[in-house]
């Protein structure tokens, strides 16, 4: 048996855990600090009542040998795919409900996708970013070109002509930076792919964030997108499912490669591979998009933007560069006096008991920027920002 050996280039990722041991030991020697996170990557509100009623209600239906559910469709119950399409449509993007795959979040299909693709292909990845698409690709051992995100581009890097690729991955609103691309900046990608014979793998995550009313909220409403593009999307940053576990991918029907589908290949791959998401969750996740799940999730969106306000008017005052915030719940502010990600970090902790993410842990353009998140309450968000505020000014 050979061994892949490919785990063996794994960046061991000791970000999250050497936060947690900084932080074990500094509350050990003080405890009379209260400590606020604003590291947070996961929400803190619960489900929503329509959400909850719904689960409720498709838990009784199992109890029930007239409605019980066994193995259901692997690519999802068309309830739910027709209410991300009209979702869509609010949005002027029309999909077809087969163009549409029901997942258990935006991570597993961004790590299954790779199936599609060949081993030899050059994947172009952002830097700093969501990790998952390094170790993933890492893991297949294909070769991975990094564009720089930073301070000169705002974060958000345009195609390098100069670069050949196949497989480019764009995370819009962006974990760590918050960056947000507009539509001509991402038509020059897809512009870019059409020209290369790339597919771009579109993570939509934090689209639900986006409060600027012209900023796409979907790669598809770039023109031609749909012949280049694939999109992720989650419901567990819009609507609190990080436990719950539910999500969708687009493969629209338009993307032939080699004369081959990928919209065919992801459904033969789902159907050998994946027995679909459970119907009492895909029945929660149905109900987000009822009048009164989109109003209560609304709700709990404003709360964290709220929340990311409080951070930013803060930054403002003190003159901190920064992006994000406006259009995702991650803001990413430069380290004062050229510190470093770890020292900005451990001067938080140890002087006001404020713990954030080093940029650095997202990769290397990340070092020398801080990301705060707006997940915690508003209460301690506030308390944090005035501790941060008196620190600082
Ligand atoms: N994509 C990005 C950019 C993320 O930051 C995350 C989670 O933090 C995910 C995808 C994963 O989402 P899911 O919970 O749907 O797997």
Redesign the pocket.
Known sequence: MKINRNYKNLNESYLFSTIAKKVQEFSAKNKNIEIIKLGI??VTLPLCPAVIEALHNAVDEMSQKETFKGYGPEQGYDFLKNSIQNYYKKNNVSIDADEIFI????????GNILDLFDKDNTVLIPDP??P?YVDTNTMAGRNIVFIDANEENNFLPLPDENIKCDIIYI?SP??PTGATYNNEQLKLWVNYALKNNAVILY?S??ESFISEDNLPKSIYEIEDAKKCAIE??????TAG??GT???YTVVPKELVFDEMSLNNMWLRRQTTKFNGVPYIVQKGASAVFTDVGQKQIQENLSYYKNNAKVITDTLDKLNIKYTGGKNSPYIWLKCPDNMNSWDFFDMLLTKIGVVGTPGAGFGKNGDGWFRLTSFNTFEKTTEAMERFYNLLK
């Open positions: 990557g996961d997942s258990d979040g935006a991570k597993s299909d961004l970013v969501y998952v995370c962006n974990n993570d995550a934090y992720f999307c989650s419901f567990s940053k499912f990080t576990r539910c999500g």
